[in-house]
C-alpha cells in the first residue's frame, strides 16, 4: 500500500500563500522503572504476564539501540516491548532481557500547501498524538482515538479503525535492523501494508521501530466518514465530512461502549482489544446472514464477532463458572481479565472459541495479540 495523500478540499483556499511552520512538542517522561525479575503483568493491558529477567525502560534512542544490539552480540534473548496492549505473555515471563520503549518527541513541518510532514518517536503514547494532531488540524488520526499503546506499534499491526488505517497516513518508517545490524528506514510502499499486518508484523524479532514520519492534509474537518456505524452516530451520511473534534468524541463514546477504551476499573477494558482479527475467506464460506466486505484479491471479509456471538459464545462467556477470564461483557470480541487470570486462563477460552467457530462455520479464527511464551 502506497501512502495516501488527499489533495486540497472544496472549501480549501488555493490563493492563501504557503508557510511553514516547525513544531517541536516533547512528551512527558516515563515513571516505570527497570530491573531484575520485574513483574510484565502491569506493563500489559491484559495484565498477565510472568517476569523479565531483566528489564530496561529506554527513553532515547541510544539507549534503545546500545540495549538491543548488546544483547543480539551476546546471544541473550531480547523482547522489545512498546505498550503492552497486543501481547499475551506467557505465565513464566522472558528469560531475557525486555527493553521497554519509552522514547518520546516530535517534530513537524506544516505548510498551507502541502500539509503537515510530522515525524513522532515511537515511544510516544498513540492517543496523546491523536488529541496533539485534532488541536493542529492534522486530518485523519481522530478516527484512530482511542487506540491503546505507542506510535511505534502502529506501522507493525497496520492499526485500523472505522474504515481508516494508519497506514494511509504513513510516509516512511525508520528501524533498526536487528539481522543486518543496521539502520533502516522504508517508504510506505516498501511496508508492505495490509488488513492488520506488514512486512514488520511478517518478521516480528528483526525490526525495531524508531521513528514514525506521517503526511496529513490540514483542516477542522475529517476525511469523508466510511464507517456506516460511525456515520450514524454522527448523524451524517457515509462519505460526509464532520468536525474531527466531534469526530473523536463519537469515535471515543462508541468504542467505549464495547469496552474498548482503557479503564482501570472496568474489567471489560482489561483486555488487548479485539482478540481475533476478521476472517478473509472466499465469498462461498461466508455464513448466510453474516457481514461481507469484498476484498481487491477476490476475497471477502467477515465479522470474527458475527461468528464468535452466532456459534453460541455471547458476551461475558467463560469456559467454567468461576474462570477469571472471560468474552467482554460488551463485545465479545475481547478477552478479559476478570481479575487473578493467568496467560492459560487466556489460552483455554480462546482455544474454546476458536473450535467452536471452526466446529460451526469451517472457519478458523486467528488471534491478533502477538504470543510470548504462550501459545494457542
Known sequence: MSTTVIGPYEDDDPTEACSTIHHEVIGTTTCLSGGEDVPLAPLTTLKVGGPARHLVIATTHDELLATVRDCDRRGEPCLVLGGGSNVLVGDNGFDGTVVRVATSGLSAEASSCGGALVTVAAGQVWDDFVVHAIEQEWIGPEFLSGIPGLVGATPIQNVGAYGVEVGEFIARVRTWDRVDDTQRTFT?????????????????????????????????????????????????????????????????????????????????????????????????????????????????????????????????????????????????????????????????????????????????????????GCTI
Not at 460526509?240 to 477504551?261: F, H, I, N
Not at 465469498?283 to 477476490?298: I, K, L
Not at 496467560?343 to 483455554?348: L, P, Q
Request: aromatic share 8%; with cysteine.
Open 188 to 372: 510506505a510502499d516498501q511496508c508492505d501494508f495490509g488488513y492488520r499486518s506488514s512486512r514488520f508484523k511478517a518478521e516480528p524479532d528483526r525490526y525495531v521501530v524508531l521513528d514514525v514520519t506521517m503526511q496529513f492534509n490540514l483542516g477542522t474537518r475529517s476525511l469523508p466518514v466510511r464507517y456506516a456505524e460511525l456515520a450514524r452516530r454522527l448523524g451524517v451520511e457515509p462519505g460526509e465530512r464532520v468536525d474531527t473534534s466531534q469526530v473523536r468524541e463519537t469515535v471515543l463514546a462508541v468504542r467505549a461502549g464495547k469496552g474498548m477504551v482503557l479503564n482501570p476499573n472496568d474489567h471489560d477494558t482489561w483486555s488487548a482489544g479485539s482478540f481475533f482479527t476478521n476472517p478473509l475467506v472466499s465469498p462461498d464460506q461466508v455464513p448466510e446472514g453474516a457481514p461481507a466486505f469484498a476484498q481487491s484479491d477476490g476475497r471477502v471479509k467477515t465479522s470474527a464477532a458475527w461468528l464468535i456471538d452466532h456459534a453460541g459464545y455471547g458476551k461475558g462467556f467463560k469456559v467454567a463458572e468461576d474462570a477469571p477470564a472471560s468474552l467482554s461483557t460488551k463485545h465479545v470480541l475481547a478477552l478479559t481479565n476478570r481479575g487473578g487470570a493467568s496467560s492459560g486462563d487466556f489460552t483455554t477460552l480462546a482455544r474454546t472459541v476458536i473450535d467452536g467457530v471452526r466446529d460451526v462455520y469451517g472457519i478458523t479464527l486467528v488471534p491478533e495479540p502477538r504470543l510470548i
